[in-house]
């Protein structure tokens, strides 16, 4: 008996996705406001444009990145900010592979990132590299999990 609700599976070339303009979705910005456990306001902001992303299946790695800027490699650096953090992982990360950079929010030490990515070892081992590295330009955490349906970030989106 043949199934009228089937679902086909999918032929799309990733990497010739990868090669075009729709490797990443057409931006849409909400700016978030919320206030910490210590009281304080603080702000954010989240890529709407990833709510229907088409592709989410072949970039599956959410990687939540929590940087401290309250250290003292941060506090060295008086130019730094929010931006400034955020271009640093957008481009190292982006000339490895894909990178979607879903949501950033401040903290009560100093912000969080919320991204996709398509390779989990190579990553891994980018950010692990940074960690180590004395001259880096914040001291941060990471974990990375499966979740190619983009489950975790189904609320904010």
């Known amino acids: 008996m043949q199934k009228i609700f089937r679902r086909e599976k999918s032929t799309i070339d990733w990497e010739q996705i990868k090669n075009s303009d729709l490797a990443y979705p057409k931006h849409s910005f909400s700016i978030l406001k919320l206030t910490m456990p210590s009281g304080q306001i603080g702000t954010g902001w989240v890529d709407k444009g990833y709510k229907k992303y088409d592709y989410k299946e072949f970039c599956p790695y959410n990687i939540e990145i929590e940087i401290d800027l ?13 931006a400034t953090v955020e271009d640093f992982f957008s481009e190292n990360l982006k000339k490895n592979c894909i990178f979607h950079l879903v949501s950033r929010v401040a903290t009560e030490k100093g912000m969080s990132i919320i991204a996709y990515t398509e390779y989990e070892e190579q990553i891994n081992i980018l950010l692990r590299n940074i960690i180590a590295d004395k001259k880096r330009l914040v ?9 190619p349906k983009w489950k975790k970030t189904r609320t904010i989106l």
């Open 139 to 147: 001291t941060f955490e990471f974990k990375m999990t499966y979740d």
């Open 70 to 82: 309250t250290d003292p490699i941060a506090e060295s650096n008086a130019d730094l900010d929010m």
